[in-house]
Structure formats: C-alpha cells, structure tokens
C-alpha cells in the first residue's frame, strides 16, 4: 500500500455573528475536534482554531491559508465570518483545498457550492461536507481517494455537480479526543464565570454521550436533519468525564446528546458503567412528556442530574401543535412539577413566531412561563425565550426557500428570512413586538438568568 504523504491542515470555527449565549466558551466544535484528533492520528499536521479558546476571528484571518487543506464549519450565525476565511485562505494560497462542513453548508450544500465552487465567481470553496466529516474527510479527502468514492461530500466535475451518497458514520469508532487542542483551564472555567451566582460550579464542560434525534418528525424551528440515534459507547463517555475531572478539576458537564430519555437501555448502560469514584454534576436535554415518567427521573437521579433543558416553547396548545412539538402546555407543566419535586433544576427554552402566533398566543406563554417557576417550586433556574430564528435545514425554512432573495443564496439575511416569515405566517405580529413579548416571558419566569438567542451583536 502506497503511504500517504503528511499533509497540513487548518480548521476554523469562527466567533458567533450573534449576541453571546450562556453555552458559548465552554462547549468545544465537537465536529471539528474529532476531525483534528482523527487526522492527527493518521499523522497528518493539524492546527485547530476556535472561539472558545479566545481565538478572534479577525486573529483567524491572519492564519487562513496556510496549509494545504482548510476545513471551516458553518453554522448560520457563523456563515458569513467563514466565507470570509475561506476567500482569504484562496487569496492567499491558490493551491489551498478548501471545505465546508457544519449545519449551514449541509443544508445549502448544492447552493454553496454553486456560489462559491470551482465554477462562481466568489470561487473559495473547493469541496462541501454535508453530515458525517469525520471519515469522509480523514479518510477520504486527505487519503487522496477519488472524491466520487467518498460519502458525504458536494463538489463540482466538469461544470456540473456531484453529490455522492449519505452515510451516517458509526460514532463508535470515532477517536476519543484529544483535548490538547483547546486551552482546556481556559475552556472549563468560562463555565464558572458565566454562572457565577447561579449554580454552585466552578467549571464545566460540554460533552456529547450520544448523536441524531429521535422523534419520527422534526419540529418546525428545528434544523437537526440527524434522524435516529447514535451513541458512543459507555467507557468512551466515562472516559472523557474522568479525564476532564482528573485533569481540569470539571464539576459539571453538559451532554449535548439530543435527548438523554431516548433511549432508557443507552441511560440504563451509563448508569451501570459509571466509575464508583466519579461523582460529577449534569445538565441533559429531555422532552417535557418524557419527565412525567417516575422510572426516567430515577435514572436520573442516578446519573448524577442537576438540571434539565426542556423546549416548553409555548403555553399555547394551538402553537406547539404549529411547531409539530407533540406536547402540550399540561405536560410542560406536569414535567416542571416532577422536576421541581425530585430538586432537579430547569433550564427553560421558548420559541415566538410559530404559524398562526398572535398577541393572545403570546400573552399564553407569559402566563405559562410564570406557572412553570411556581409549581416547579422556583427550580426554573435558567430561562431562554426568543423570536425564531428561521434556520435552513428546518420544515419552517423549506416553506419561504423559493421567495425573492432566499433561493439559491447561501449566505442568507437573517433580518430578510425573519421579515419574509413573519410577513407569511405571522401576518397580526412584527419582529419587534415579538421580541418584546420575548422580554415578557423572561421576566414572567423569575428565572436567575435570562438569554435571548440569535439576535445581531450591536
């Protein structure tokens, strides 16, 4: 067999475009990082720039293009910071391949490609990622495999474009990573800056047991594409925990798996695998109808819970039935009460501007953020409410992608996507009250810390 020569490789995940979030600083790009540590395995030179190591991205500017591959993830708060890498890194060096991989490119992949490929005249991308890029970039693109024999990928031949098939790659056998490529003191104690005050913790951790949503449909905001479940194995995760606590004195990790209720068998195998001497704090997503189930707060419980995000999303029965939630304002309540009950804390999230939303709608979601704080017993200890983001890869984005200034663009306005919707689907509202009532809901919660999510930076 042929050996492969070494080869130089740079990845990017530039700073949000929109204002701070709580989770911003101490949630590694887990996408690029198993990238890095897998490359870096197959011994190829790898240099990993983040925002959450402090990294600007007008630092990252500096650095873009030297090397002979550029990866860049891309969410739709990031897009733009990263076409801008991408065209540096061209005009810098020529001979550079660049890639595109992350939410925001998956989701347009023909678009970008035919806006910013081989064939445009904004040529800065040679190749886009869509889904798994793990092996298809490790293994593939930096293998030298022909890239029509690699899964996963949007690249233009002979003017036109080739997108080969989707594989969903076994996380499994993904590489346990490798932390070195953050400043993990850094990292871990952005946590305990940020929640000063408001949980007991010094430093924490993001960490990912598992991939993929389970629900048979998407809700409508949402632009996870990943159906069905993937799990890394239960010594891969107690593996990562006892690391970060041995070596960066880590209290509290937050699994960014979608939700942890899934799967009872997976929790049941962690619970049962978890290390007698490793004792550390957890935040996990679940789903309000899932809480309701005395054997599911028990394993969580054991597990080691200490907070619960739940998408409540609204008080009104009319708007979750719009966002496809399949739940309903008695279940968020009945899921804040058992929670409340076993002292388990709420990290509460709320969506405005679903199909339909009117001021009565809104004024539902006040009243209901307010109920929740009471029969929780104030165990909402943390409380997200914001206009929707209408995200491409989402059942919402599907329905305004054919209107005048969204089809065929990639790099999309956020202001125009929002004025394009509420003008369709929220015609009794604006922005602007919407994200007043935001405001309401937050205050109305009488939740420690308040965020509202995708707003531009000012």
């Not at 650095?63 to 005009?91: C, E, P, Q």
């Not at 998407?218 to 925990?241: H, I, K, N, S």
């Not at 929790?267 to 490793?278: C, D, G, M, T």
């Not at 929220?426 to 939740?447: F, Q, T, V």
């Amino acid at each position: 067999m042929n050996k492969i020569a070494k080869k130089k490789v740079q990845l990017f995940q530039c700073e949000n475009e929109t204002q701070v979030l709580p989770t911003e600083g101490w949630i590694p790009p887990f996408g690029l990082a198993y990238i890095a540590t897998y490359a870096k395995r197959r011994g190829h030179d790898v240099k990993l720039y983040s925002a959450v190591n402090g990294i600007t991205t007008q630092e990252m500017e500096k650095r873009a293009g030297d090397a002979d591959f550029v990866g860049l993830t891309t969410t739709a708060s990031t897009y733009h910071s990263a076409l801008k890498l991408a065209r540096i890194a061209k005009n810098r060096n020529p001979n550079v391949k660049v890639i595109l991989g992350g939410p925001q490119a998956s989701a347009l992949s023909n678009e970008v490609i035919l806006n910013r490929g081989p064939t445009s005249l904004d040529y800065c991308v040679d190749i886009v990622c869509y889904g798994d890029g793990v092996c298809s970039f490790v293994d593939g693109v930096l293998e030298d495999r022909p890239l029509v024999q690699v899964p996963n990928l949007v690249f233009i031949e002979g003017n036109q474009i080739v997108k080969t098939p989707k594989v969903r790659e076994d996380v499994s056998k993904w590489p346990t990573l490798d932390y070195s490529f953050f400043d993990m003191d850094k990292v871990t104690a952005t946590y305990g800056e940020k929640f000063k005050g408001i949980t007991p913790f010094k430093r924490g951790l993001g960490i990912m047991s598992g991939f993929g949503c389970a629900a048979q449909h998407q809700c409508g905001f949402c632009a996870r594409t990943d159906r069905g479940l993937r799990f890394r194995l239960p010594e891969q995760f107690w593996y990562d925990v006892s690391s970060a606590i041995k070596k960066h004195k880590v209290e509290y990790f937050f699994d960014l798996a979608d939700s942890i209720l899934d799967s009872q068998e997976h929790l049941e195998q962690l619970i049962n695998s978890k290390p007698n001497n490793v004792n550390p704090k957890f935040r996990v997503f679940a789903r309000a109808d899932q809480l309701t189930v005395s054997k599911n707060l028990d394993l969580l419980e054991k597990l080691g819970v200490y907070e619960v995000f739940v998408g409540f999303e609204s008080g009104s029965r009319e708007m979750l039935r719009a966002m496809y939630k399949d739940t309903t304002p008695e279940q968020n309540l009945a899921a804040a009460e058992a929670l409340g009950e076993r002292g388990i804390y709420i990290v509460g999230c709320f969506v405005l501007g679903a199909p339909g939303e009117t001021k009565q709608t809104l004024e539902e979601s006040v009243r209901h953020a307010e109920e929740i704080q009471k029969i929780s017993k104030n165990h909402l200890l943390v409380c997200g409410a914001s206009p929707v983001n209408i995200l491409p890869g989402s059942p919402w984005f599907s329905r305004i992608k054919n209107e005048k200034g969204i089809y065929g663009e990639d790099d999309l306005d956020r202001n125009l996507l929002r004025k394009v919707w509420y003008s369709k689907y929220c015609p009794e509202m604006n922005y602007d009250l919407i994200e007043e009532y935001a405001e309401k809901i937050r205050n109305a919660s009488g939740a420690k810390m308040q965020y509202e999510k995708g707003t531009d930076k000012h």
